[in-house]
């Protein structure tokens, strides 16, 4: 090989793995324990005795190298997989005596790429070392096969639901959103001027990120060693139930506007010949014009970009001499400090677009309701090798 490779290996993979599920009886019917009173209830989840396993075929290729006498070096894979038999729950009507069943989602396609570079920029004879470490990760989700437009998971306000649909990628999220004139802006009410809902449910985004990346440095100085990490998440959205709850209350800064003179919305009114002119009608009930954006009927105006930036994480450590080491009866001692999410940069407008919803065991996506802020941490650490 040239002389500038130290190290390079390509590779390539094709697999195909089945699953099941970790949850017990999606297969026959069966009684539960009540958590109230003695006895069993029925169950909530209508089993499906048919259900066969997940399987799943990946194509994987990649390649990774170090060069320059390892000061650089990098790993990219490309996949592509599909996924046919996935084990979902479909929301079911309530008065069918089940609130979900049990079933498998025909064909999806996963494709995708996955990035890690290092690099040590700069390297001194003085014991001073600058190293950068990245990743980047995308993937694009395509439902291929699907009997119907199948419900995956609802919201808890404006119609919000998750919907699997042929063409469409799993996270797609939907909701009632604003009526809008051919180019696309808001339609308000040419009476009371506030903004119009169109009469069925409209696409709002998806909640599953396009790509994710983050990047870390690592800075040396003979015994003392600095880390910082930041990451970041492009190309999703999610609905926030605090949003909505805080705005119909008046009590975030996006309902200000207006209070004592009355406010005209951005947008367009429809005339009778059904032309549109520019929306010139004071609204003067704000209240109710906030409503009509942020209300419980508007999905689309509690619905926000998740991309972010974080300060993920920093790091100082000192590690003290072999020989100062030796002679407390220890092989290895360091101390330092840390702290983790330090930093975020986002328009999500709650605390953090990182959250997570609780829906029985699962952690899922697509619905802020009632976050809690996230935690920033600070602490101490002594590193001790004996």
């Avoid at 989840?45 to 396993?53: D, E, F, R, S, T």
């Avoid at 005596?97 to 064909?107: E, H, K, P, Q, T």
């Avoid at 506030?194 to 994710?212: E, M, Q, S």
Wanted: charged letters at 15%; a positive charge; glycine letters at 10%.
């Amino acid at each position: 090989m040239p002389k500038i490779f130290n190290y390079a290996k390509v590779r390539a993979s094709l697999a195909s793995v089945g699953s099941g599920t970790t949850t017990p009886y999606q297969t026959t019917f069966n009684y539960t324990p009540s958590l109230t009173s003695p006895g069993l209830v029925n169950p909530g989840v209508l089993a499906n005795p048919n259900l066969k396993p997940l399987r799943t075929t990946t194509f994987e290729v990649g390649v990774e190298t170090k060069m320059l006498n390892s000061r650089l070096g990098f790993d990219i894979a490309l996949y592509t997989g599909e996924t046919k038999n996935q084990i979902l729950s479909r929301r079911l009507d309530q008065s069918s005596g089940y609130s979900a069943a049990i079933f498998n989602l025909g064909r999806v396609n996963n494709k995708g790429i996955e990035i890690a570079l290092n690099g040590t920029p700069v390297k001194t004879s003085k014991s001073f070392s600058w190293t950068v470490f990245a990743t980047f990760s995308a993937n694009k989700n395509v439902i291929k096969e699907v009997d119907s437009a199948v419900v995956l998971r609802t919201g808890p306000t404006g119609g919000g639901q998750i919907v699997a649909n042929v063409g469409g990628s799993m996270g797609d999220l939907y909701g009632r959103g604003y009526l809008r004139a051919p180019d696309g802006q808001i339609v308000y009410d040419a009476a009371t001027g506030f903004a119009k809902l169109a009469p069925d449910v409209v696409y709002l985004g998806n909640t599953i990120p396009k790509w994710r990346t983050s990047m870390g440095h690592t800075f040396k100085y003979k015994q003392l060693s600095l880390n910082v990490l930041f990451d970041a998440q492009y190309g999703a959205v999610a609905y926030s139930l605090s949003n909505y709850k805080l705005s119909e209350q008046g009590k975030n800064t996006a309902t200000l506007p207006g209070r004592y003179n009355g406010i005209i919305g951005n947008g367009v009114i429809q005339n009778a010949d059904g032309s549109y002119r520019p929306n010139n009608v004071v609204a003067s009930d704000i209240d109710n014009y906030y409503r009509s954006h942020f209300g419980i009927d508007n999905a689309e105006g509690n619905t926000f970009s998740t991309d972010f930036i974080k300060f993920r994480e920093a790091n100082l450590d000192y590690t003290f001499s072999q020989k100062v080491a030796s002679k407390l009866g220890v092989q290895r001692l360091s101390v330092g400090v840390y702290g983790r999410n330090l930093f975020i940069w986002t328009k999500w407008p709650i605390f953090d677009p990182e959250f997570g919803t609780l829906a029985g065991t699962d952690i899922v996506q697509g619905f802020e309701t009632a976050q809690f802020p996230s935690t920033r941490t600070f602490g101490f650490n002594l590193t001790i090798g004996l």
